[in-house]
């Protein structure tokens, strides 16, 4: 995944791309192969987004998440602006969290739909963990990684 950022007057672009980037002189010709996400890199690792975590964000996580998932049911832009008011955190960063709320709701919806198991974590552990640790730059805490939606 890469992230092409670039101003254009007021506006601010966050794109990308699952593909393969050719770069020639100040023009980059992109070929799209596949979907498209807006995710930044340690989004969460500015000293604001920093002080949340360790002061209350990494104890009100699981609880957090589960609230968000289960008021968005699973809409990214509505659990991000959910995680957002919860905490405080900042745009990009309540932005990971509502991306993996999202995820879990599209990868892992019939193993986590029951409740808090074994499965679900499994499932969200595989395919949402890892994003949410590169998109952030935290390691949400280890056992209660699961979200419910």
Partial sequence: ???????????????????????LGMRV????????????GGSCTNSADQSIWASKGRDH???????????????????????KGKEGYSNDCAGCFGATISCTAKKCWAKCIGGESAACTACVDANCTPDLKACSGLTPPSSDVAVMV
């Fill in 29 to 40: 010709i992109v070929a799209l192969a596949g979907p498209v996400s807006v995710a930044a």
């Fill in 1 to 23: 995944c890469l992230q092409i950022r670039s101003h254009f007057g007021s506006s601010f672009f966050v794109v990308c791309f699952h593909s393969s980037i050719w770069c």
């Fill in 61 to 83: 996580f699981h609880g957090d998440m589960n609230d968000c998932g289960h008021k968005s049911l699973g809409n990214e832009e509505k659990a991000t602006q959910c995680m």
